[in-house]
């Protein structure tokens, strides 16, 4: 599972309240990705990271926020949770060079009521 | 900006019957293309890439570059293949996925 681990499993939260979720490596590998997964329409990545202090947007950034502090940790917030966020949310690391497959975490299953 | 696109949201087959799912793309230059997998209350995992050219779990893929396609093969369908099936495209340190196709085998 290459030491992906993401946290909560689940959460419910009301709209309005922020909300943060958290991506946990242990391999110091450099590139994390945050996507959510919706019926209809796949994954589409939220954020990414490639270091460090080094973070960027993906396709559906409005409403999110990321960080990254030390390699091991990409936080994941939403400011201001909407009824549109309820999502499953993936995090991912690339554990080779370049263009190499991705290893997923399990996913945090949000619903925003 | 590249696409990938899985035009079939689902597909059923019975057990022993072939199967595909199509995958085509958007991309100029040579792309690199994988197949990933998600069983029930699973991680999407890899389930093959193109550049290596094997078969993981009987399933095969080949690289069209004529008609753009990277269509998902297995000659003899299991219950057990049961799961969401998503193609993506790496480039440039982001994937880029497809909708992602259900498919369900029936016994």
């Known amino acids: 599972d290459a030491g992906i681990t993401q946290s909560p499993r689940h959460k419910v939260t009301e709209t309005g309240t922020p909300v943060t979720l958290r991506c946990h490596q242990t391999?110091?590998?450099?590139?994390m990705y945050w996507y959510r997964q919706d019926p209809g329409h796949g994954l589409r990545l939220i954020h990414y990271?490639?270091?460090?202090?080094?973070?960027d947007k993906g396709e559906v950034s409005d409403g999110y926020s990321v960080s990254r502090s030390k390699t091991e940790d990409f936080l994941l917030t939403l400011e201001s949770a909407t009824s549109s966020q309820t999502s499953v949310y993936f995090c991912?690391?690339?554990?080779?060079?370049?263009?190499?497959?991705?290893?997923f975490g399990n996913g945090t299953r949000l619903t925003v009521t | 900006a590249q696409r990938v696109t899985q035009p079939e949201k689902l597909l059923s087959v019975f057990k022993g019957a072939p199967v595909e799912l199509k995958c085509n793309y958007s991309?100029?230059?040579?792309?690199?293309l994988f197949w990933y997998v998600q069983y029930s209350r699973q991680r999407l995992q890899l389930l093959l890439r193109?550049?290596s050219r094997e078969s993981i779990k009987g399933f095969t893929a080949d690289l069209n570059k004529g008609e753009t396609s990277f269509h998902l093969k297995k000659p003899f369908a299991q219950e057990e293949d049961s799961a969401m099936y998503y193609c993506?495209?790496?480039?440039?340190?982001?994937?880029?996925f497809g909708d992602g196709t259900t498919l369900t085998v029936k016994p």
């Open positions: 391999e110091n590998h450099r590139y």
């Open positions: 993506a495209a790496p480039h440039a340190g982001k994937s880029t």
């Open positions: 991912a690391i690339n554990p080779g060079q370049g263009d190499s497959p991705l290893h």
């Open positions: 991309y100029s230059g040579s792309p690199e």
């Open positions: 193109h550049i």
């Open positions: 990271s490639y270091g460090v202090k080094d973070t």
